[in-house]
């Protein structure tokens, strides 16, 4: 499948087979799927991943943060109008995280990147 024109539930699809395919590799490489529907039926609708018609959320670690309620790490896909992507970025967020030493991994992960000014989520 080419990624010209492809929707967002596409996306999903796609990323759900190369990360099958991966993992299938190696079996050290896991990832994480949406796990509920909250309000809205997407997990029927082919959105494996959390998001909705505006991002796709990879998340390839399992820390939670309690405060957004997301996985702490991952990458975004957002999607414009036409459900095609408009960008990608790499999203770590842990100021939910209480516990000292998970903290302290996410801080290591950031200064091995060389380090980012903490910024405020997005309105």
């Not at 996410?106 to 309105?123: D, M, N, Y």
Request: aromatic share 14%; glycine share 8%; net charge neutral.
């Amino acid at each position: 499948m080419g990624v010209d024109n492809m929707s967002v539930t596409q996306w999903h699809e796609r990323l759900l087979v190369e990360a099958l395919r991966r993992h299938n590799e190696d079996p050290h490489f896991r990832f994480n799927l949406r796990i509920g529907n909250a309000n809205v039926d997407r997990l029927s609708k082919g959105y494996w991943f959390t998001g909705t018609e505006d991002y796709l959320f990879f998340a390839p670690f399992k820390p939670n943060d309690p405060n957004n309620k997301t996985r702490t790490i991952g990458f975004v896909i957002s999607f414009d109008g036409s459900e095609q992507p408009k960008s990608c970025y790499l999203e770590i967020v842990y100021g939910g995280i209480a516990d000292p030493g998970v903290r302290a991994m996410h801080e290591k992960i950031l200064s091995s990147f060389g380090g980012f000014p903490p910024t405020a989520a997005a309105p």
